[in-house]
Each structure stands twice: as C-alpha cells, then as structure tokens.
C-alpha cells in the first residue's frame, strides 16, 4: 500500500532521469541522429548504450547472475516510466521490446546452456531478438489456439513450417523464439523454439510498412519452409508453448505500460510551455477553463494508469500471473497515452501537427498501444471473464 521509493531506488531512478535528459532527449532534436524508420541511429545507439553500462544503469529488469542490476518488477516501473520520456530512452537502457521481453523470459525458464546461447548476447547488446507467433490468413493473434505454424518430430529435433507476421524486431533479430504447434492438444498443443537467424528453412517475405515510427528491425512476415530446430533448442519443454507465451506476454504488456507511462507524462510537459506562454482572447491559453479541464483529464487518466500499473506489478512480483490486473493496466494506459498526446497537440495547434515539436511523432506512434500485445476489447473480455468467474472477489484485496 506504502508507494514510497526506497533511498536506493530514488537514487536509481533520478540517475535514469539525468542521464535521459543529458544525454537522450538532446539526440531527439538532431535529424543525423535518426534512421530511415524514425528510430535512433544505430551508430548513435551504440555510444549511448556505451555510455549507460559505463554509469551503471544497464538492464535494471534483469537478475544479477544474468547481466542486470536485479529490479523487482515494481521498481522497474519506476525506471522505465523515467526512460519512456525519451523516444530513444528505452532502447538506450536495453529496456524495449522485443528484446526486453525475450531477456526476461529467458531469464527465467531457459536452461544454464540455453541462457549462454541465446540470452547473454541479447543482455550483452551485441544481438537483437524476436518473439514469433502472430499469424497471417485467420491464424493466431491474441488467440494462441487458432496456431496452425506446425513442427513435426525427425531424429533429434523437429521441422517447422508455416507463416507468422507483424513480428516485431525480426528485420534485424538474430535470435529468435517461435511458438508452433507440436500436438492438437488445447492445453498442450504449443511448443516454444529458439532458433538462429543464419538457419536454413525460413525468410522473411516483407517488411511491413506502419503509420507510426518503427521499432529497429520493423515487423516483418516470416514464411517458414522445413526449418530444423534441435531439441536442445526447445524452451521449457515440449508442449509448454502456451506456459512460455503466459510467462512472456503478461510482464510483457506491463512494461510497455510502464514506457508509455513517460511517454504520455512528456507529451503534457511539452504543451505545458507553450499553454503557458501563448496568449488568445487576452489572456494565456493555460488561464482558459476548458484548456485547465484538458489537462486535467489527461494528466488524471496518466496517474491512474500509474496506480494500476503498480498494482499489477506487486502482484507479478508476489507470485501472480494477474491476468486482470495486466488487462486493466494495458487499457487504462494505452487509452491515457492517447489522450495524452492527442491533448498535448490541440493544444499547441499547427504547431504540434508540425515537426517542429516532437509530439506529432508520438501522435502517430500513440495508436498502436491499443493494438500491441492484445487489443483493447480483447483486455475488456478479460477483465469481463474474470469478473464472471470471481464476483464480488473481483475487488479482493490481497492479505
């Protein structure tokens, strides 16, 4: 109940602030530090995160025994709401997705062989990773059942075939987890692989084109043509798949959270300026009421989505997969996020619909919060589920 930061966590989380506002947010205004898809640079990418393991601040979501510096998932929030303020601060901090799922996850299931293979050199930042299940032509999305991407049993290992798209980072992954079906089983019918971009059996067909900013690598369709995986390279188990993707996606979709948590935060403190400065009808923008009531709304819906996020964060970390609280979470923000922005260029007019301002960036990049890792109304059908199924302990608390 008590959300005061500890000495040692306020200390973390103000160095993040400073090394973002030193550091990050000044690349934001240098067309040099962009690349072709809106993203940071690599070469400037590089020497920032040079620059992050050199104060210390690497991988703070991660155990220390796996590279990071051992957060709980409720302080992470804290850290990544402060990177989030930046559109190049996550990645900096090798705190973005896909990666930083794909870390967390292997992190906590992969075998001591596993994680020297394919973990240490995505924490080491040396490669990227990717996480592929979502299907093209009625195959799964937020319903992993609808999975038809299939592998077949041959002498030490299996051959997989099949499509999947809009698979995040994959344009520039070398290490990459696949879920495909091993059985028709409901519950046990998924298998989750780790595979190597320099294997044989798999393309990418095309890189997708999107109406926001992209993230390094795209989202790509990928076909898949006899791809041989060894069983060494099966995560968890073989009919685990589903376990691998409830163990990934919920503090998956918590973290992402999380990030658009500071970019919404900073879409208000880009308008607060200029509300302030700018005059109309004889007095400041931020003096008129129905400006104070846009704010107010935007910045109450921000503190929500913090409260909620934090709430499903304490309950990951006590051991939950809280489905529910994840849900609200992802609902609350994505929707706040939006606002956020949406508030923020009204607000300043021509000139937040302009590049001068970083805001019309976030505007186009806002949209997709409510579509990435679930839908919306897929989360209210969870949240509506699980209301069916607890009643009035729905709003249980935890003791």
Known sequence: MDLTLTPELEARRAAVRAFVEEHVIPLESEPAAYDEHENIALPRLAALRALVKERGLWAPQLPRADGGLGHSVAEIAVLYEEMGRSIFGPVAFNCA?????NMTVLAKIATPAQKARWLAPIVAGTVRSS????????GAGSDPALMYTRAERIAGGWRISGRKWFITGAGEAKHFILIARTSDDERKGLTAFLFHADQPGWRIVRRIGIMGPEEHGGHCELAFDALEVEDGDVLLGVGDGLKVTQIRLG?????????????ARRALELALPYVRERKSFGTTLLEHESVQGAIGDAAMGIEIGRLLTMRAAVALDAGSFARKEISMAKVVVSEALGRA??????????????RDMLLEWMYRYAPQARLV????AVHRMVVSREFARLGADFWSWNV
Do not use: I, N
């Open 373 to 376: 890792d679930g839908a919306s």
């Open 341 to 354: 922005v949406d508030t923020a260029v009204q607000l300043c007019g021509a000139r937040g619909y302009s």
């Open 97 to 101: 997705a896909p990666d930083d799922g």
């Open 131 to 138: 996480f592929a299940m979502t299907e093209p032509d009625g």
């Open 251 to 263: 503090q998956a979709r918590l973290t992402h959270c999380m990030r658009w948590l500071g970019m």
